[in-house]
């Protein structure tokens, strides 16, 4: 053992003191910023040597391992689990809240008024058929309960083009997230490819997953696939969607966007498949979940009640209501009366259909199918109008029973009646069935917000948990900069000391 060991002793511990201040400066300098985690340094003792009379073991000072990460990866597991959940229900909530505003009955102007003021309208004329301006109110409420339907069918329709655009954004956003992640994977490896820890770098990657997270349900690993030539494990960090690789290391396959033209109600609607073999990516949650679902959710066989249900809810509406007031056919295919058609007008004119769609007229719409499913099939809320013959002349509204009797209101009484008759629809009366859509809608809405909050809470208790482990103390730091400050101190005496002891030593035996 030289004489100089005392002083390679020193050395190291005012070495390690003088890493650790730099990693605890390092963790004060980064406390504000997103996604760190605090570092520290790991230590070890050195290998001790043998003493020279053989009686023991004599310590060398300390050796610094590495300086560690503090994350806890379950944590971040679970956290981007909840997360997914979260995005997904938090577009939902979004979404269906919009939807509800437009559809929501608490307004004055609601579809349920549209048709409220559509039947006054026609009561008025029952108590005078003949009075012109009468048959003028009620062409101009029918005009007005159509336009609402048209503008409500159009704003829907929309809204679902959002959602599908949406859809667009949230893949260009994963691909580009999947290329940084990848980058950062390169740059990571070989950072430790010679036994260090890229920890910056590890939690710049962890910000992005966090992203990539919100957008779409991810699983998430780092596996050992053997051992490199140091002796370090040869990890692989790897991304995957239901199951398909997303990121795997350095590589990075690309999610697109194709059209839907099957010819279904789904025409135009995104659906994202993997560039590389064209198979359809199945989402599971995050936001991307949630957009898919507004835009092709159309509540068939238990599948989520998006924007297309509900535009198929008013369709249904047009189409029932005109097939009911035109030819007193109801939703179970039943007549349970004359309806407009037998009806006669001003000019004793009859067979006039009331409702049409696109203006046509009472014989075009007829000539529009072999049967009046196929004919009124053609009925849609963004199409539903008068018929041409009512459009021009108000006088043709068959008020009257039979021909010859201007006074005659039997048949416009008997259309009226079906307004509360809660046959003529399967599910009620026509106010009935608006009231069901709202129902539908305001129960769907508050579950979404529930979801949506449950998550959201659940979310922030783990990112709160995550924090309490990885984040950064400024009073635990400035404790451990004072426990480093006097070991450094004590360190450097040590080699004062120790340069003392040698410079006596060493001067004594030159002396003269």
């Known amino acids: 053992m030289n004489s100089f060991f005392g002083l390679t002793v020193g050395l190291k511990g005012l070495t390690a003191s003088q890493a650790a201040l730099n990693t605890i400066n390092h963790n004060i300098s980064n406390a504000g910023t997103t996604g760190y985690s605090r570092q520290v340094v790991a230590q070890k003792a050195s290998r001790a040597l043998a003493a020279a009379n053989g009686a023991g073991m004599v310590g060398t000072g300390v050796d610094i391992t590495t300086i560690v990460q503090i994350r806890n990866v379950f944590l971040d597991r679970r956290y981007w689990q909840e997360n997914a959940q979260y995005g997904e229900w938090q577009v939902k909530s979004s979404s269906l809240s919009e939807l509800q505003s437009l559809l929501s009955s608490s307004s004055t102007d609601g579809l349920d008024d549209a048709l409220s003021s559509f039947v006054s309208a026609l009561e008025d004329l029952a108590g005078d058929p003949s009075d012109d301006s009468a048959r ?174 509900y535009l198929g809810q008013l369709n249904t509406f047009a189409q029932t209501l005109a097939k009911a007031f035109n030819e007193g056919v109801y939703a179970d295919g039943e007549t349970y009366g004359s309806g407009h058609a037998g009806g006669v007008g001003l000019d004793d004119g009859t067979g006039i259909r009331f409702f049409s769609y696109d203006g046509l007229s009472s014989e075009e719409l007829m000539a529009g199918g072999t049967d009046l499913a196929s004919i009124y099939g053609k009925i849609t809320a963004a199409n539903i109008s008068l018929s041409a013959e009512v459009e021009n002349d108000p006088g043709q509204i068959a008020a009257s029973s039979v021909s010859g009797e201007t006074e005659n209101s039997a048949n416009l009484t008997e259309l009226i009646a079906m307004f509360s008759d809660s046959g003529v629809f399967a599910n009620g009366s026509p106010e009935e069935f608006i009231n069901a859509i709202y129902t539908t809608i305001g129960v769907e809405t508050s579950l979404a917000g529930r979801i949506s909050t449950l998550h959201e809470n659940i979310a922030a208790q783990i990112d709160t948990n995550r924090t309490a482990v990885a984040g950064v103390s400024l009073d635990e730091e400035t404790s451990n900069l004072i426990k480093y400050q006097l070991a450094y101190n004590a360190a450097a005496k040590v080699m004062s000391v120790m340069d003392e002891v040698l410079d006596v030593t060493i001067n004594s035996l030159f002396a003269d």
């Open 136 to 309: 003028s109110s009620v062409k101009a409420e029918a005009e007005a309960f159509c336009t609402y339907l048209n503008n409500m069918a159009s704003t829907l329709e929309d809204l679902r083009s959002e959602a599908n655009s949406a859809v667009k954004t949230k893949v260009d956003e994963i691909n580009s997230l999947a290329g940084r992640i990848s980058a950062l994977n390169q740059q990571i490896y070989k950072a430790e490819l010679t036994g260090g820890t890229a920890n910056d770098l590890r939690d710049q990657r962890t910000v992005l997953v966090d992203q990539l997270s919100e957008i779409a349900s991810i699983e998430v690993s780092e596996t050992a696939v053997g051992t490199l030539a140091d002796g370090q494990e040869d990890l692989r960090f790897s991304i995957k969607i239901n199951g398909v690789s997303l990121v795997n290391h350095f590589s990075v396959k690309k999610l697109e966007c194709s059209a839907i033209s099957d010819g279904s109600a789904s025409d135009g609607l995104y659906e994202v498949r993997w560039a590389e073999t064209g198979n359809e990516v199945t989402f599971t949650g995050g936001e991307i979940k949630g957009d898919l679902d507004m835009a092709g959710g159309d509540g068939q066989d238990g599948a989520f009640k998006g924007i297309p249900y």
